[in-house]
Every structure is written in C-alpha cells, then in structure tokens.
C-alpha cells in the first residue's frame, strides 16, 4: 500500500468517524427536544410500550388515541420518509391521513428545520415497538379526516419565529421554545367554535379537561406577583412559594419541563415575564384581619391540619396559601375542584413529593363552600370580590360536570 492510498484511507476514516460523531449529537440533541415536547407523557399509556401511543384524549367530536411514534415499520413510523415526517410535525399530513389536531401540530408548526432533523434521528433511532395503535372513535362528520384540510385553512397559522427586533436573545429563545416545543398555548389559550386556538387571546387561560389552564400572560403575571424565581421553580420543579400546579400540568412539568437545561429555563422565565432582568415579585398575601368567622370555621376544620393554621403550609406536604397562585385566579373553577374532588399525589423525586389532597364534596354544603372561598380569597389574596352562595351553586355545578367530561 503506497502513502497516497494510506493517506485517502486515514481521510476516509476520519471523515467517517466524524459524521458519526455528528449522527450522535443529532440523535441527543432529538431526545432533548423530544422531552422538551413532552412526547412521552402522549404517547406512551401506563403499563405500554414507551411511546408506543394509546392514550386517549377525549373531545367534544369524540376520542382520539394517540400513535406508535416508534421506528417500528409495521406500526410506527419506520417507513416515514425525512419529509414525511416533517409535514406530520407541521401541519398534521401523515402518511396514513390526517392527524387530528390533538396531536399539537398546530403549535409544532414553528420548529425549524434543524430541530425538525434533530427530532426525526431520534425517533428513527429508539427501541422499536410493535404496540398496535388504536382507531379512533369520533363522530360524524368529524370522522372524515379529508375535512381536516379545511379546518387547517381555518385555524393552522404558519409561524417563523425569527428575532423579534428590540428583544434580547434570552427573550427570542423562550418566545421560541414556549410557543412550539413548550405548545403552552395548546392548554392555556382560548379556543374557537371550531377548537382551533384563538390567537388573539394568545395564553390568557383556557378550560383544558376538567381545570381551568390559568392566564400566562406576562402582564398577568407580573400583576399577580410572579418572580423570576417563581417561575423557574414551577417549571424545574412543578411549584414554588405561589403553591403547586394541578391536573395535567403535573404530567408536562414531570416528563417534560423540568427536563429544560438551565439556558432555556431562563429564556423561559425571561419570555413568560417579558423582563431580561431579575423580576422579584410580591411578597405572599396574608390579611388575618379580612378574615370571617364562618370560613375560618371550615377552614380550620378541614383545611388547617395540612395547609397550616396561617395558611404557612407544609414543605413536601402541603402547599402555602399565602399568595397562593390558584387562589388569587378571578376564576375560582379551579380552587373548588380541589377542594370538592381533591388533588392526586405529585411525586418529583424522593426528597421533593407533594401528599393527596383528599375531596370534601360530600362534606360541604353550599354554605359552607362560600364561606371557605371567601374566607381564602379575603386572608389570602388581594381579591376583595366575595361570593353569594348562587355563586357558588353554579361554580360548583360547572365543576361537577366537567369531572364527567375529563380528557385522560
């Protein structure tokens, strides 16, 4: 073997080893973003396959299962050619026909394409899975997925998230992330008659199964207190000193969002709060001198043991009700779920896990519900608004109804 034949072979190699080394970092690069996605918690059911699909989310048209997303060629997405997949991320345009629009594609639609490449060598490189998917059960006409395309005409907005001009680098960046990996709007923004998201009511709080997905906006935010930190702790950690997150929330934060490195949890913090600066936030609300005697009565009764006589709260128990988030929401939806049917367990990791919160639906008449809002409402927020007990008559019912209608 002569030197020149050597020297192409060393190149040949090299430049072998190097596009491996690139694959790898693609393929890890993928699996961040996929976790970013919070792919697992949709498409892998309890006691499956990981991401084997199966899920069922329940709409106002009927049930939607969620797919193999597994190379598997049979019933995954092995036969997905590069673009294939692209357009099933982007605007819903699989192969076997149109994904409904409870696979956020709505809100993927913004990933560019290097994070689009990334995802795709992922998925094409996880364990396959033969789980076979399920069909779905929707109504017509709904169940003609060929009007999909028109309902993309209607409610699919193609987005480019290129720097926004006046804005820093940290904000584009959770702009970017939030909006598409994070789809935080998916959950937390109003819909239209025909379920697609109302853009002009961008994060200002949506009904997502059976809680209230709570206004996200900055300006909200920063009215109600939020600091920087605040909100770094409730996407690492699934709460802060403004109390815990509820219902599905806890799924994202657990498979998904405490998974953000340190660089996109402040982009996001950054973004979510419209400030490059540290935010500091309000200190907790506590008025004892507001309090009624009736609702203190209940409260102490059934709320105390667990949440502190001052609403202090219990580190790794209890939350604080002091400047409690879900307690200063002008809609009290979600703080009569909890109080009526409970909040499950939240385990984060061994040393941070939050106990059962159990129901008193059967305990507290009308009376004594209004009596406890407004007793937590007037000791514990800056709300000064009081309840009639009609008032909660109805809140109480449209609770009741959507524990019925729960998605999964």
């Given at each position: 073997m002569n030197i020149k034949t050597l020297t192409c072979l060393i190149g040949v190699f090299g430049l072998t080893q190097h596009a491996v080394a690139d694959k790898s970092e693609q393929i890890e690069k993928g699996k961040y973003l996929a976790e970013m996605s919070d792919c697992y918690a949709c498409h892998t059911i309890e006691g499956g396959e990981p991401y084997g699909g199966g899920l069922p989310f329940v709409t106002p048209f009927g049930t939607v299962y969620s797919t193999n997303i597994t190379p598997d060629s049979e019933e995954g997405i092995g036969h997905y050619s590069y673009q294939d997949f692209y357009d099933a991320l982007h605007n819903g345009g699989a192969p076997g026909g149109h994904l409904y629009p409870a696979m956020p594609y709505t809100s993927f639609t913004g990933i560019n394409d290097d994070d689009t490449q990334a995802l795709f060598a992922y998925f094409q490189s996880i364990k396959p899975s033969s789980q076979p998917n399920k069909d779905n059960d929707m109504m017509f006409p709904a169940n003609l997925r060929f009007g999909l395309n028109a309902w993309n005409m209607l409610n699919l907005e193609e987005v480019n998230y290129s720097p926004v001009t006046g804005k820093s680098a940290e904000w584009n960046r959770g702009n970017y992330i939030v909006n598409t990996f994070g789809h935080c709007g998916?959950?937390?923004?109003?819909?239209?008659?025909?379920?697609?998201?109302?853009?002009?009511?961008?994060?200002?709080?949506?009904?997502?199964?059976?809680?209230?997905?709570?206004?996200?906006?900055?300006?909200?935010?920063?009215?109600?207190?939020?600091?920087?930190?605040?909100?770094?702790?409730?996407?690492?950690?699934?709460?802060?000193?403004?109390?815990?997150?509820?219902?599905?929330?806890?799924?994202?934060?657990?498979?998904?969002?405490?998974?953000?490195?340190?660089?996109?949890?402040?982009?996001?913090?950054?973004?979510?709060?419209?400030?490059?600066?540290?935010?500091?936030?309000?200190?907790?609300?506590?008025?004892?001198?507001?309090?009624?005697?009736?609702?203190?009565?209940?409260?102490?009764?059934?709320?105390?043991?667990?949440?502190?006589?001052?609403?202090?709260?219990?580190?790794?128990?209890?939350?604080?009700?002091?400047?409690?988030?879900?307690?200063?929401?002008?809609?009290?939806?979600?703080?009569?779920?909890?109080?009526?049917?409970?909040?499950?367990?939240?385990?984060?990791?061994?040393?941070?896990?939050?106990?059962?919160?159990?129901?008193?639906?059967?305990?507290?008449?009308?009376?004594?519900?209004?009596?406890?809002?407004?007793?937590?409402?007037?000791?514990?927020?800056?709300?000064?608004?009081?309840?009639?007990?009609?008032?909660?008559?109805?809140?109480?019912?449209?609770?009741?109804?959507?524990?019925?209608?729960?998605?999964?």
């Open positions: 998916e959950c937390h923004t109003p819909r239209n008659i025909m379920m697609g998201m109302d853009s002009e009511r961008h994060l200002q709080g949506a009904m997502i199964g059976s809680v209230f997905a709570p206004n996200i906006t900055p300006a909200y935010l920063n009215q109600q207190g939020w600091s920087t930190q605040d909100i770094k702790d409730m996407l690492l950690h699934g709460y802060s000193r403004k109390g815990t997150v509820v219902g599905e929330m806890y799924e994202a934060i657990f498979h998904s969002l405490s998974k953000f490195d340190d660089d996109d949890l402040n982009a996001a913090a950054v973004y979510l709060l419209d400030s490059d600066s540290n935010v500091e936030g309000k200190a907790l609300t506590f008025r004892p001198d507001n309090a009624q005697g009736e609702g203190r009565e209940v409260y102490q009764a059934f709320c105390a043991h667990c949440h502190g006589y001052e609403g202090q709260g219990k580190p790794n128990y209890a939350p604080s009700m002091q400047g409690n988030g879900t307690l200063s929401q002008e809609n009290h939806f979600n703080s009569v779920s909890a109080i009526l049917y409970g909040i499950k367990p939240q385990y984060y990791t061994p040393t941070n896990a939050f106990y059962t919160m159990p129901g008193y639906d059967k305990q507290l008449s009308n009376e004594d519900l209004m009596h406890l809002l407004n007793y937590l409402t007037a000791t514990y927020t800056e709300n000064s608004a009081q309840l009639s007990v009609e008032q909660t008559k109805e809140i109480r019912t449209s609770v009741t109804e959507s524990q019925k209608n729960a998605t999964h």
